[in-house]
């Protein structure tokens, strides 16, 4: 068997005779399937990637030149459609992120959406405040501008184009807002990130053709991948990469600022990226399709760094619409869209077939070492079973209003959790409940009690239990275990008492 081997230079001198083979990623995966990798790889030269995602961590360079009398940004405050822009880096240099949040719109207009307006043509409300120094006299400036009018706008983006990520769902009992889109209690839906077989690190997964350097398709121009990622995780298959490009020359179709429903602003990014197939390992790789793609599923109900694996899932499975979860069918909608993404994949094989992309040999491979470590923090998380109280009374439904009151008298607490026959939570009642029952008629604790409880788990952590009495605006929520049963109750004046120890 003849070493399939060629290299970049060769594959560009074919591209300009307009001799070269390009598949998509897509066309690959059927090619690879239909006549094996070798096959593939003497047939192709090149396999064109896309994706285009929601990518938090994106944001922008933005130049504006010199005022008269001059402005230094730098150590003032610089605001782009009421939008902060970060300005300590000059004195008109300012870089606005993805998720910066409008003072007026809150998270319904954030940088994402900046970048989109500017990409577009829109004018821009530029609002800065300086200090003053006696070359940069000027402390105020206001003014509209375009993408026209700035010296540079680059698009520099520290994460983005994840090699896999994750696929989540909510096994609480509440609706949960979240980078990952909203979360149905009980397992009521999945959402998933990437793109799969599209998805251009998994394509190339020992990253020998991807590296520093690379010439990429980015939101409609030509862009460049600066650096590995930040987060970059090679050893867990969760590669990024760092992207560059010019905002002038970019599409805002394949640049859209968003907002994720009661979490945040974000910018979807389409990323193109050509894999040149260089030998039949690079073909192999190229040829992996959305069955042999596996990622976590997680239970994003239980909010710590490390979540629970609750099975492992294909993007094969995901891209069928349904996953199943502990013997029950659940809808899956993606996060990216598959049909822009493919539309990515389809443009950059035209742009290359028309000989108007060339690939680039990477200057530096990204690593395949590095190891992403958490945050060092110094301090024990403390969770909802350090603080709880263990030994807690609970009535029944058919509790008579009267007693449940002596109860909570004699106990001299606030919250009695309700539990059926086996143990289970259902209901909660509070001194207040009985307080404005009285002279109502009502007789049971079942006739007054909240059904729908706010609960927490032994391993939650304080911080996230405090949230949620503030949300809710309640005093006190029961822990449960993984079948509801009450092993527990916190409320306000166990947190509090943390704080002032902290003191």
Partial sequence: ???????????????????????????????????????????????????????????????????????????????????????????????????????????????????????????????????????????????????????????????????????????????LYTYMGTLLPKFGNVTFAGTGELGPLAKDPNYETIGIGTRIFLAGAQGYIVGEGTQHDPKKQRGTIMVAGDLKQMDAKYLRGATVHKYGTSLFVGIGIPIPIISERVAASAGISDEQIMIDLLDYGVPRRERPIIRKVSYAELKSGKVEIYGK???????????????????????????????????????????????????????????????????????????????????????????????????????????????????????????KVITAVENEPIESVARKLDEHGISGVPVIDAFRRVVGIITTDDISKLIGKRR
Avoid at 11 to 24: C, M, Q, S, Y
Avoid at 381 to 410: H, N, S, Y
Wanted: charged share 25%; proline share 4%.
């Fill in 1 to 175: 068997m003849i070493e399939i081997k060629r290299t970049i230079a060769e594959i560009n001198e074919k591209i300009k005779r307009g001799d070269a083979v390009i598949l998509t990623a897509e066309e690959m995966v059927e090619l690879v399937r239909e006549k094996g990798a070798e096959a593939a790889a003497k047939e192709v030269d090149v396999v064109t990637t896309g994706t285009f995602g929601l990518m938090c961590s994106s944001g922008a360079f933005l130049n504006f030149g010199h005022s008269d009398p001059p402005i230094k940004f730098g150590g003032g405050e610089v605001y782009l459609n009421d939008v902060p822009a970060y300005a300590g880096l000059a004195a008109v240099d300012v870089y606005i992120g993805a998720t910066a949040l409008s003072r007026s719109k809150g998270i319904e207009y954030g940088g994402g959406h900046v970048i989109e307006d500017l990409v577009s043509g829109r004018e821009i409300e530029l609002e800065a405040k300086a200090y003053g120094t006696d070359c940069y006299p000027r402390r105020e400036i206001k003014l509209t501008f375009t993408i026209h009018d700035l010296n540079q706008a680059i698009l520099c983006n520290p994460r983005n184009a994840y090699q896999r990520y994750v696929a989540a769902t909510n096994s609480t009992d509440e609706t």
């Fill in 329 to 451: 069918d659940v809808p899956v909608s993606p996060l990216s869209s598959i049909k822009i993404s493919r539309e990515i994949a389809e443009k950059l094989k035209e742009l290359i077939e028309k000989g108007e992309f060339l690939l680039s040999e990477p200057v530096a491979r990204l690593s395949t070492e590095r190891e992403f470590k958490p945050m060092r923090q110094p301090e024990r998380v403390i969770v909802a079973k350090d603080l709880m109280t263990r030994e807690v009374i609970t009535c029944k439904p058919e509790t008579p209003i009267a007693e449940a009151a002596r109860i909570l008298a004699r106990g001299g607490f606030d919250h009695l959790p309700v539990v059926d026959d086996s143990g289970t939570l259902v209901g909660i009642v509070t001194s207040w409940d009985l307080a404005i029952s009285i002279g109502s008629g009502k007789n049971k604790v079942a006739e007054i009690m909240t059904r």
